[in-house]
C-alpha cells in the first residue's frame, strides 16, 4: 500500500471509530469533503495544513498518520536509519503541479510526543501556495536553499540557518532553487 493510501486508511478508521461521516470530519476540521474523501481514498497527497486539522478534528496526534507509533522511552535514530513516513504534496489541494516534502520521522516509535521532529527533503515546486495551522514549527536547513514565505515575507535560507515561527500566519517551506533541499523541521501542534 502506497503511503498515501496508508494515510487514507488512517483517517478513514479513526473517523469510523469515532462514528463520523465524511461531512461531519469536514465541517470539525473545516476542510473540503472533496478532500477529505481524496485523502480517504488515496486520490489526493494532502499537505501538512489540512492533516493538522484533520488531527485535531480527530483527537489524534499528527505522527497517528505519519508513522507507526510503537514503543515509549527514548528513541535513538541513527545516521541514515531514518524511516520515511509520508511524501506530501506542499499545495493542500493535492494537484500535480506542485513539488513533494518528503518526511523522515526521527521519533516514529515514541508514543508520547508533543513534538514532531522530521528530516525532510524538500523538492522544487511550480506553484507556491500559503498554508496556515495550529502550532509552531522549527526549520534548520542542512542542505541546498530554502524560501520560506512567511505572510509577506521571503526568507532565504542557506545550510546552517534556521527560523521558527508561528505556524497560524499563512506559510510556505519549498526549495529556493531547482535542487532538492533537505532540512530538519521539528512541527508542534497542539492537541
Do not use: W
Not at 2 to 8: A, F, L, P
Not at 32 to 40: C, P
Not at 103 to 113: Q, V
Amino acid at each position: 500500500m502506497g503511503e498515501q493510501g496508508r494515510i487514507g486508511k488512517k483517517v478513514t478508521t479513526l473517523r469510523e471509530s469515532l462514528g463520523l461521516s465524511v461531512e461531519e470530519l469536514a465541517e470539525r476540521s473545516g476542510c473540503e469533503v472533496r478532500l477529505i474523501m481524496g485523502i480517504e481514498d488515496g486520490a489526493l497527497v494532502p499537505s501538512l495544513a489540512p492533516l493538522i486539522k484533520i488531527t485535531r478534528a480527530l483527537g489524534v496526534r499528527l505522527g497517528t498518520l505519519l508513522d507507526d507509533d510503537t514503543g515509549v522511552g527514548p528513541i535513538v535514530t541513527r545516521s541514515g536509519a531514518a524511516e520515511s513516513v509520508a511524501r506530501l504534496r506542499d499545495l493542500e489541494t493535492g494537484t500535480t503541479s506542485g513539488g513533494t516534502l518528503e518526511f523522515f520521522s526521527l521519533a516514529s516509535g515514541k508514543t508520547t510526543r508533543h513534538m514532531e521532529p522530521f528530516l525532510i527533503d524538500v523538492n522544487p515546486a511550480e506553484e507556491h501556495n500559503l498554508s496556515s495551522h495550529e502550532g509552531e514549527e522549527l526549520i534548520f536547513v542542512l542542505s541546498g536553499v530554502i524560501e520560506v514565505e512567511y505572510g509577506r515575507d521571503l526568507l532565504v535560507l542557506g545550510p546552517g540557518d534556521s527560523v521558527y515561527y508561528d505556524s497560524v500566519v499563512p506559510h510556505q517551506v519549498r526549495a529556493g532553487s531547482d535542487s532538492t533541499a533537505k532540512i530538519l523541521a521539528v512541527v508542534y501542534a497542539p492537541s
